[in-house]
């Protein structure tokens, strides 16, 4: 069973950065994707970033394009997701996700997700 255990949420001041990371364990998918997805409260899930096996596709939610910088370590098993400019909107819990395929998919079609981990953005 594929597990996925984040880490590095918190709080910070708008315009300011945090690093998250996911370290997966019980499975990689050689021919899919990890990435994040985030739900503020009282939204739905959306797609942050994902970033293929091989590192050669990687997508961007609109609302983070520019600002956030998906990555994997397939050594370790581990994507991370650099966040810079981070503004009071980016308030969410940021789940780590796994999936077959490297399109983006909605929610209802991730395979595994993680536990979540908070990130604030306030001053």
């Known amino acids: 069973q594929v597990q996925l255990v984040e880490s590095g949420g918190g709080l910070v001041q708008p315009g300011g950065s945090l690093r998250l990371s996911c370290a997966a364990s019980?499975?990689?998918?050689?021919?899919?994707?990890m990435g994040w997805f985030r739900q503020a409260r009282e939204e739905e899930r959306e797609f942050v970033a994902s970033?293929?096996?091989?590192?050669?596709?990687?997508w961007y939610g609109d609302s983070v394009k520019g600002r956030f910088i998906i990555s994997r370590d397939n050594a370790n098993n581990t994507v991370y997701l650099q966040m810079n400019s981070l503004k009071p909107e980016d308030t969410a819990i940021y789940y780590c996700v796994q999936y077959l395929g490297i399109a983006i998919i909605p929610a209802d079609r991730v395979d595994y997700w993680g536990q979540g981990t908070q990130v604030t953005v306030s001053p």
């Open positions: 019980g499975g990689v998918f050689n021919s899919g994707s």
């Open positions: 970033i293929s096996y091989t590192g050669f596709t990687i």
